[in-house]
């Protein structure tokens, strides 16, 4: 998160054959993490967006269980309001790996007339009925989610193993202890449990994991020319979603992708990043948080999160 | 995994990587009410420059709100409703930060007596504990719980953070003093002078006299402290050594999960993952597995996706035999010299961590590395009285937050290693079968009192024998 400069390490760690950088230690806590699941749990699930941390969790997962395939499905709760060039990588990752994928549709619970649109535009809080039908549904006994505790507070709140009720809602005062390396998976039947493989990372480590492994992206994390419009102090793409409106004009622009996630609530930062390594020192050096910089669903209240993973959010 | 069969070579592919090539520590904040924790953590997130604009800004603007004129920098760290409303810390949360010579993971633990257990929490994956103390009070009841707890659980370094010393007008005489009485209380737990994998910890507790809301020593050195010569807080966390020499432990590998492919490429192939739990594995090594006792030697090692030689703890591997034994989650691997004992009578230091009580009779799920077995709670002999270490005998039961003494008798031989030899290999989950809830954190082998006092013996008589945190 703050200022990383060229760094040797530290000369104690280093004199030790035995020293894990902090990228191998994380990755062999995730990849135990989800082995633990595969172990434990009947229907697993990862959430996958196409957004960066859902496709190093996948990175992770392909590592986990090679040379065997992943045993897991994943599952896409689209907003309706996706970039194109994230749905595109959606669909092909899923072809090139034989994976099967689950798509929960907002818009279809729209049109039906079970969801209605905000005033605002905003879909991203409307994901959570979709996400909690799909997992009934799909009878997902565990739901793998790349939620970072570094994101936001009451992010930082949250256990590996979070054990939803049978409204998929999230109580931080029940929480189970977690201790040591022994994550507790028991649950009810209707109960299922969230896991968070990328709780320690940051966005940082989840960055220079990306360039160590050279996992490819969607090209909007990389800094390109795009029309633009200002709204709330971001910038934002147009789209049949709701934007440019009266007095809102768009712009040719610089810029990329910090978070992707629905049109109507992520925004652009100004760049010139177009290269792995730019991007790490860009965000190095960066004085805002990622959330802060290209969300605005987190500041309509200083409790936003919270309230929505009580609803079942992830 | 950037490792290979050469050890320590932690580099990645291109020069940028480099940056991330540093090491990890993992450590806890523990401290009473009002002694100023929130405030160190908020200084030291603040003072290394991980609090961002947008954060701060989030911060000035509910401290506005509540008609307050500085920034409350424990905004920064409460994150939930509740707290905010209470201005108190209820669940252990988990914080991160860089410099660049370490990355760290913050459990940031409450304070309040009827959380202990998130202390535990905090404590179980923690190399290091920071305790804090107002310089006003000294040391207290809930100092030497903090102090035992970290004791309890084997975490490697303690740091006696004594703050407010603003408050008394920077006096060293006041600072000695405590330093003093905390440093006797840690020797009565039996702590300095232990180890750490291979490596002898010459001290487990550094003292530090710091003021969290003026900035003395927590990340710059105090000018109103030109008495003290030591390390600021930040500059002991960024040089405590936190590695391991785990070629001293004999081997564990708990299988997670049995890899087999089926495919037409790999049509044999038989793969056990975990993570190593403590030790080395190599290729060509007799190991035998547990419970079964069948032997086999390792053919192969694969660290996610490379073929190497050797692999440690804490990697996650996949191993190949060169016999196709049944095998299966649960079991245990480990070299055939120096493989556990199997055990149904098990005795250990537990802390109860859930509202419901834990009592003689009772019938849970024990879950130790991948196994999780049946077993009963035969008895509970003592239960520890923190503050002076006292064993208060038969109590029946605990209740929340206690500590105390149990024997269980499981349905299946396990294969325990002691706590004092393995945080990883000694410590389990008591489980209620009924609904899932975790009841109890135990630790393997004797109390800490008893273990400290035979460690005393064996480390005289046998300096080689290491002991694992």
């Known amino acids: ?314 | 995994m950037s490792t290979n069969t050469t050890a320590g070579t932690s580099t990645g592919a291109a020069g940028i990587i480099e940056a991330g090539a540093t090491s990890l520590l993992r450590f806890a904040t523990a401290g009473s009410v009002d002694d100023g924790k929130s405030t160190l953590v908020g200084r030291l997130l603040h003072d290394s420059k991980s609090v961002l604009t947008d954060q701060l800004e989030a911060v000035e603007r509910a401290s506005l709100g509540r008609g307050q004129e500085t920034p409350d920098l424990a905004l920064l760290t409460d994150g939930l409703r509740a707290e905010r409303e209470q201005g108190i810390t209820i669940d252990v949360a988990y914080r991160y930060f860089a410099t660049p010579r370490r990355r760290f993971i913050l459990a940031d633990t409450p304070g309040h007596v009827q959380y202990t257990r998130n202390m535990v929490t905090g404590a179980s994956t923690a190399e290091l504990a920071v305790v804090l103390v107002d310089a006003r009070n000294g040391v207290v009841e809930q100092t030497r719980r903090h102090a035992a707890v970290a004791a309890l659980l084997r975490v490697p370094h303690v740091v006696l953070a004594v703050n407010k010393m603003d408050l008394v007008d920077y006096a060293e005489p006041v600072f000695a003093a405590i330093a003093e009485e905390f440093t006797t209380y840690a020797a009565s737990l039996g702590v300095p002078g232990w180890r750490s994998g291979g490596n002898l910890q010459d001290k487990w507790c550094t003292a530090i006299p710091i003021s969290a809301l003026a900035g003395d020593n927590v990340v710059s050195p105090s000018a109103n402290m030109d008495w003290y010569g030591g390390p600021t807080v930040l500059e002991h966390l960024e040089t405590v050594p936190v590695v391991d020499d785990p070629s001293q432990d004999p081997a564990r590998f708990p299988v997670q999960y049995v890899i087999r492919p089926q495919t037409a490429e790999h049509p044999d192939y038989r793969g056990y993952a975990g993570q190593i739990a403590s030790g080395v594995l190599r290729v060509g090594d007799a190991v035998t597995a547990l419970p079964s006792g069948r032997t086999s030697t390792i053919e192969a090692i694969d660290a996610l996706g490379q073929a190497v030689d050797a692999a440690w703890a804490p990697q996650s591997v996949t191993v190949r035999l060169t016999d196709d034994l049944d095998i299966s989650r649960g079991d245990l691997i480990a070299p055939t010299a120096t493989a556990p004992d199997l055990s149904q009578d098990i005795e250990a230091t537990v802390c109860h961590v859930a509202d419901r009580p834990l009592t003689v009779g009772q019938r849970v799920l024990l879950k130790h590395t991948t196994r999780t077995v049946k077993a009963l709670v035969k008895d509970i002999p003592s239960r520890l009285t923190l503050d002076d270490l006292s064993p208060h005998p038969a109590p029946g039961e605990l209740a929340a937050n206690d500590i105390g003494r149990v024997t269980l008798r499981t349905a299946e031989p396990l294969a325990l290693d002691a706590y004092a030899d393995s945080r990883r290999t000694g410590s389990f989950l008591l489980i209620d079968p009924a609904d899932g809830t975790t009841l109890t954190a135990g630790m393997a082998g004797n109390a800490f009192a008893e273990a400290a006092a035979e460690a005393a013996v064996a480390d005289g008589a046998d300096d080689d024998e290491g002991w694992d945190f």
């Open chain 1, 1 to 314: 998160m703050t200022t990383v400069t060229a760094v040797t390490g530290n000369a104690e760690d280093a004199d030790n054959p035995y020293a894990l950088s902090h990228l191998d230690a994380l990755e062999s806590e995730a990849v135990h993490i989800f082995r633990e699941v595969a172990g434990e749990f009947e229907r697993p699930v990862i959430l996958f967006s196409g957004g960066k941390d859902s496709i190093v969790m996948l990175h992770l997962a392909l590592k986990a269980f090679a040379p065997a395939a992943v045993p897991f499905s994943l599952l896409h709760v689209d907003t309706g309001h996706n970039f194109p060039e994230v749905l595109d990588y959606r669909d092909r990752t899923v072809e090139r790996h034989g994976l099967r994928l689950h798509v929960a549709s907002v818009q279809d619970f729209i049109d039906r007339g079970e969801l209605r649109e905000r005033p605002d535009g905003t879909r991203n809080p409307l994901q959570t009925v979709p996400l909690l039908d799909a997992i009934d549904k799909g009878r997902f006994d565990a739901v793998f989610g790349g939620g970072r505790r570094d994101e936001e507070k009451a992010r930082a709140k949250e256990r590996v193993f979070s054990l939803r009720d049978e409204f998929g809602g999230w109580d931080p005062r029940r929480q189970r202890p977690e201790l040591w390396q022994l994550y507790n998976g028991k649950h009810s039947p209707g109960e299922h449990v969230r896991v968070f493989p990328l709780s320690n990372w940051t966005e940082l480590d989840v960055w220079q994991y990306i360039a160590r492994e050279k996992i490819e992206l969607p090209a909007i994390y990389y800094a390109h020319e795009r029309e633009v419009f200002a709204r709330s102090g971001m910038w934002l793409s147009p789209g049949e979603w709701g934007g440019p409106k009266d007095g809102e004009s768009l712009e040719r622009r610089q810029v990329r992708y910090r978070t992707v996630g629905d049109m109507s609530c992520t925004g652009a930062v100004d760049s010139d990043a177009d290269t792995i390594e730019a991007v790490i020192a860009e965000i190095a050096a960066s004085r805002l948080t990622e959330r802060g910089a290209t969300r605005a669903d987190d500041k309509m209240s200083e409790a936003a999160m919270e309230d929505r993973k009580r609803e079942g959010y992830f």
